[in-house]
């Protein structure tokens, strides 16, 4: 049997507030265009090629019919560059009257950890590797 030549191309958003995710998801520096908030389907484009795209909730039905909302977990982590940038992408995402799941914190596998949610209650993971303890 021969291996699928598969890559990671795209990740898959599908909102009930096209708007809001949107206004989300440039909080944490993904650069979407000003007047998409409005469309059913919106791809951004990310470094190394891979794209996250977002349909409403109508666009998925539009396809298929019986689609419903699911409870199944979706996770995005952005990597940061420091710990601080992860205490300040936190309380700016929370301020902004976004759900915080978990403070941040230095995680014992070594990184300045926090989970927030999206709009949709997605959970996003912000990261920044802590320095080498001596």
Known sequence: MSSIEARLDVIGIVTADMGRSLM???LLGLAVPADAGSQPHVEVGLPGGLRLIFDT???IRSFHSDWRPGTGRMSLAFRLPDAAAVD???AQVT???HH???APFDAFWGQRYAVVHDPDG???DLF??????S
Not at 128 to 133: M, Q, V, Y
């Open 95 to 97: 301020a902004a009257g």
């Open 128 to 133: 920044a590797p802590l320095p080498a303890s």
């Open 122 to 124: 997605n959970g996003v």
């Open 100 to 102: 915080g799941e978990l």
């Open 24 to 26: 989300f998801y440039r």
């Open 88 to 90: 300040a992408a936190y």
């Open 57 to 59: 909730e109508e666009t």
